[in-house]
């Protein structure tokens, strides 16, 4: 999981995380660090302020397809979505 620290994730972070992820899960978002990275990046554009919190409560989200994943975040206002975002990361589920 060390490409997360390239993106600005803590080791302390990061090793909290993988503590409490199954194995399985660990290998699949190494494999597909690419992707993940490249979701983060996104949301990074948007200017999301909590995306290690998103990340850690909704990492399968950050396997998805990336064009999806634009799609997702894109059918909202910007600054709106990152206002409630950084409110509540919940809201993720709805989206």
């Known amino acids: ?3 997360l620290e390239k993106l600005g994730f ?3 972070e990061i090793q ?5 992820v199954a194995d399985v899960m660990l ?5 597909n ?10 949301l990074e554009e948007l200017e ?11 990492y399968e989200l950050f396997l998805m397809d990336h064009s999806n994943f634009e799609e997702i975040f894109n059918k909202y206002d910007r600054e709106d979505l990152v206002e409630k975002l950084e409110k509540n ?3 993720v589920e709805y989206l």
């Open 33 to 42: 660090k690419k992707l993940v990275k490249a979701n983060i990046e996104y």
């Open 10 to 12: 803590s080791k302390d």
């Open 48 to 58: 999301v302020k909590n995306i290690h919190e998103i990340f850690f409560q909704y």
């Open 16 to 20: 909290t995380f993988c503590d409490s």
């Open 1 to 3: 999981m060390k490409f």
């Open 27 to 31: 290998e699949t978002l190494e494999k």
């Open 89 to 91: 990361v919940a809201i």
